[in-house]
């Protein structure tokens, strides 16, 4: 398999030029990737918005049609699920049958990025998403092409912020806070993606660029560094 995860978050110079390297590497054999933005309200404008982004490479990729989403799947030699909202994707890949498709075609080798909400519905469930239920999906379950969860734009600890010239403490949750809560329930470990970082998936092994920490239902969290490699459990190798 070639899975490429992103968490989102590319708003510096160096990690667009980073995501430009890796979409244009992971997509080197592709012609036809069909670009999935379903995520978003506005189909037409998240697509236009996607090829401009990628310049002269985005006339290989495709905007999903919806009058014909498995076969134009079927065809493609590539899959690229945009980020938005979590609730709002899974919830349109279910009603429109998409599901099946893509696990088929990711599993036969066709490359798959997916970004922030993209990633989330690579794991068996969108559990650990940090978006909104602005509506309702027929199940949690997603796409199960990675064996773990992913909880994207991760940070550590708690938010300090600025308003009108003034710091502020940010008394909410922390991310780690959310995942053990999730933890409560279910044991899929859960990898929390730093912003401008990735996930390489063969199938196997997972190769991590950039930045990440590991949490578990019943273990300490484990930091991986650039470069890490880990097994579908979580277990760095
Ligand atoms: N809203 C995020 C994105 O797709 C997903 C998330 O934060 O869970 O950008």
Not at 13 to 36: A, C, G, K, Q, T
Not at 106 to 116: D, E, F, N
Not at 214 to 231: C, K, M, S, T, Y
């Amino acid at each position: 398999m070639r899975v490429l995860l992103g968490s989102g978050g590319i708003g510096t110079e160096e990690r667009r030029l980073r995501y430009r390297d890796l979409i244009s590497n992971h997509f080197r054999d592709s012609e036809n990737v069909v670009f999935i933005p379903l995520a978003t309200h506005d189909h037409e404008r998240r697509t236009a918005r996607l090829k401009e982004s990628l310049g002269p490479m985005g006339a290989r990729f495709h905007g999903l049609d919806l009058d014909c989403g498995v076969e134009q799947i079927l065809a493609a030699d590539g899959v690229y699920m945009g980020g938005g909202n979590s609730f709002l994707l899974n919830m349109d890949l279910h009603k429109y049958g998409l599901i099946d498709a893509l696990r088929d075609v990711v599993k036969q080798g066709i490359p798959y990025l997916g970004v922030s909400a993209g990633s989330n519905v690579a794991c068996p469930t969108m559990m650990t998403t940090n978006d909104m239920p602005i509506v309702m999906p027929p199940s949690y379950e997603a796409l199960g092409i990675v064996p773990f969860q992913i909880n994207p734009h991760y940070y550590p600890g708690k938010i300090t912020f600025h308003s009108e010239g003034q710091r502020y403490d940010h008394f909410g949750e922390s991310r780690r806070q959310r995942i053990s809560e999730y933890h409560q329930h279910e044991a899929i470990p859960v990898l929390g993606l730093w912003e401008g970082s990735y996930v390489e998936w063969d199938g196997v092994r997972g190769r991590l660029i950039g930045r990440a920490r590991a949490f578990f239902q019943d273990l300490e969290p484990v930091n991986f560094d650039d470069g890490a490699i880990f097994d579908g459990t979580l277990t760095l190798g």
